[in-house]
């Protein structure tokens, strides 16, 4: 029989979070563990309000999952098909379904990448992420968190002052810049002009400008932009890709949105099929969490996977930065 914990997080940022729709200074967060005879695997639940999930929903459906049959899962298949049968918040599927994994990993003497065909790789760059902040605190925030060692800079914006912000870290720098906007437009036109004023810049591409719900925009959208659109709020745990094709170029996995590895897996080779480009990125987690998206960034385009360095008190060590580049043997 399986032994099932939940540990509460509490984090602290280095820095205020802030994006179109929200700010904070801190993150709650879970470990779930789970042990069999002397083995023992972790997860880690990263709950995200844009999706109605808390960390009291957390609790109290971990608790209700606990109640049925979760200690008696013989294998993955079986897991997944409980994880399925209940109305639970997909940061929970994940951190339960990755703490499993590693369970088998320990037990049988294998990895995620066998377990799931992915590429091997030890080391990745990744992207780092600029919160929306006063124009005038951008030039300090470069130069004190030394980010001119990362391959991409990820610019969160708002609507109102998106163009300045962009025209501000450019200024700065000349890595290349990925947008994102977190569903900060709400009318396609302004948007286009928009993208026709900054199309000027080192700009690879702008991540879900418009709310997940506006599909015919996106439909225009993706027909007149004159840049590549990925999409990140409109992606969850079984995306339509006929209709994302449609609306974007790429997509941006994460593990905490889709519900886990096995589905993050399925998103994967689903964007390929339908010839998207593909971001592996992350909520803002511990390096718990933050591994477990390693495991695909080999079979990714981009990578975006550095929120544990936003983090005051990560005690997990489960990888390491240096120089913009991850490492996780």
């Not at 029989?1 to 709650?28: C, G, P, Q, V, Y």
């Not at 990744?126 to 990820?154: C, S, V, W």
């Not at 949105?257 to 593909?278: H, N, P, R, W």
Request: glycine residues 4%; charged residues 25%.
């Amino acid at each position: 029989m399986l032994h099932w914990t939940i540990e509460k997080l509490f984090l602290d940022l280095k820095f205020t979070w802030k994006l179109s729709r929200n700010s904070t200074s801190s993150k709650t967060n879970f470990y779930i563990k789970v042990k069999e005879n002397n083995y023992e695997g972790i997860g880690e639940v990263a709950p995200n309000v844009r999706y109605g999930e808390t960390p009291a929903s957390v609790l109290s459906e971990f608790a209700m999952i606990l109640n049925n049959e979760l200690p008696i899962v013989k294998n993955l298949d079986q897991l997944n098909t409980l994880l399925k049968t209940f109305e639970i918040c997909q940061s929970l599927r994940c951190g339960i379904e990755t703490a499993y994994i590693d369970l088998l990993c320990k037990k049988n003497n294998t990895t995620v990448f066998e377990i799931f065909n992915l590429k091997k790789t030890t080391s990745t760059p990744t992207a780092f992420t600029i919160p929306i902040m006063e124009i005038g605190q951008i030039n300090d925030f470069f130069l004190t968190h030394n980010l001119h060692r990362f391959k991409y800079i990820k610019v969160k914006t708002d609507a109102e002052n998106a163009l300045e912000i962009i025209k501000v870290v450019n200024n700065i720098t000349d890595q290349p810049l990925l947008i994102d906007a977190n569903e900060a437009w709400n009318d396609v036109e302004n948007l286009l002009r928009f993208i026709d004023k900054i199309k000027q810049y080192n700009i690879v591409f702008i991540e879900q400008p418009m709310p997940a719900q506006m599909d015919d925009q996106y439909y225009y959208l993706k027909f007149q932009t004159v840049l590549p659109i990925f999409a990140d709020e409109s992606v969850t745990n079984e995306p339509d890709f006929v209709k994302i094709k449609r609306q974007f170029h790429g997509i941006n996995i994460k593990l905490m949105k889709s519900g886990g590895m096995v589905a993050a897996k399925k998103q994967l080779d689903q964007a390929k099929l339908f010839g998207l480009q593909t971001m592996i990125g992350c909520m803002v987690e511990t390096t718990v969490g933050i591994k477990n998206g390693c495991y695909f960034s080999g079979e990714c385009d981009y990578v975006d996977l550095d929120s544990f360095l936003y983090l005051s008190n990560d005690e997990s060590k489960k990888i390491t930065e240096n120089n913009g580049i991850l490492n996780f043997a």
